[in-house]
């Protein structure tokens, strides 16, 4: 079998294999609004990583005898679609988007004001339309535009993105070389206004100053996506006061 060598993730100048430096985010693109079918919807793209969400809801729960009396249920599917990656994948949910599914619900589901709809339901799915590094993130943060966009209170509208280390430096935002061949990976998710963080996780080995020098990074670029965030919910909200009024 062919062996793919690791290639080298941070070049001479000190910059990245797509030409950032460390601490700098990848292009950005948000939207809301994007489905007329939907209660809520939206966008997601962050380099080349693109994601679409629907939320519906809240509606009565079916079936139910599975609704809670003091709250509503959130139901969340990640889902990669066949045409997301550079080989065709099985639509068939494997078992890592099952995971991603439950980690990416226990991270809305502090943001949601759920105790305001009990014995109700809230349906929010997200399609991986083009895979290239940090679909869990970017899918976490369409999802809760989307429920923005539904109307569905919230404590805070989440932000989120990854740092990790290659070739041992410190980096904001992994692109997929880093991801596949960086000695670690940490996906954190915020609620920015409350400083409170919904989502981290740790694959690899950090140093205790490391896992500092990262966390901060990772705030630095959290608030940065958070003003976009901020501006997207403006723009549109904006244009439903200009039409309303």
């Known amino acids: 079998m062919l062996q793919v060598q690791k290639p080298k993730l941070i070049l001479d100048d000190g910059r990245r294999l797509d030409g950032r430096r460390p601490d700098e985010l990848r292009p ?3 939207e809301i609004g994007v489905l007329k079918n939907a209660d809520g919807s939206s966008l997601v793209e962050v380099g080349n990583t693109k994601i679409i969400a629907a939320v519906y809801g809240p509606r009565e729960m079916h079936p139910r005898h599975l609704a809670l009396p003091n709250r509503a249920t959130l139901r969340v599917r990640y889902h990669m679609t066949p045409f997301s990656t550079d080989e065709r994948k099985s639509p068939v949910p494997s078992r890592r988007e099952i995971e ?3 980690v990416i619900r226990e991270a809305l589901e502090s943001s949601v004001l759920v105790e305001q709809f009990p014995r109700s339901s809230i349906d929010v799915f997200m399609e991986v339309i083009q895979a290239d590094a ?3 993130l970017a899918s976490l943060m369409a999802a809760s535009l989307a429920i923005i966009d ?4 919230v404590r805070d509208a989440i932000a989120a993105v990854a740092v990790g280390k290659a070739d041992g ?3 904001l935002d992994l692109n997929e070389p880093e991801d596949m061949w960086g000695e670690a990976d940490m996906p954190v ?5 409350l400083g409170q963080i919904t989502l981290i996780q740790l694959n690899g080995h950090m140093t205790p100053e490391e896992f ?6 990772a705030y630095k670029g959290i608030n940065t996506i958070y003003s976009m965030e901020k501006e997207v919910l403006k723009s549109k909200f904006a244009e439903m006061r200009e039409e309303g009024s």
Request: glycine share 12%.
């Open 28 to 30: 950005m693109k948000m």
């Open 100 to 102: 991603l599914s439950k």
């Open 134 to 136: 940090g679909t869990r």
């Open 150 to 153: 539904a109307g569905i209170p």
């Open 169 to 171: 430096v410190v980096v």
């Open 189 to 193: 998710a915020m609620m920015p206004s």
């Open 212 to 217: 500092k020098q990262g966390l901060d990074l």
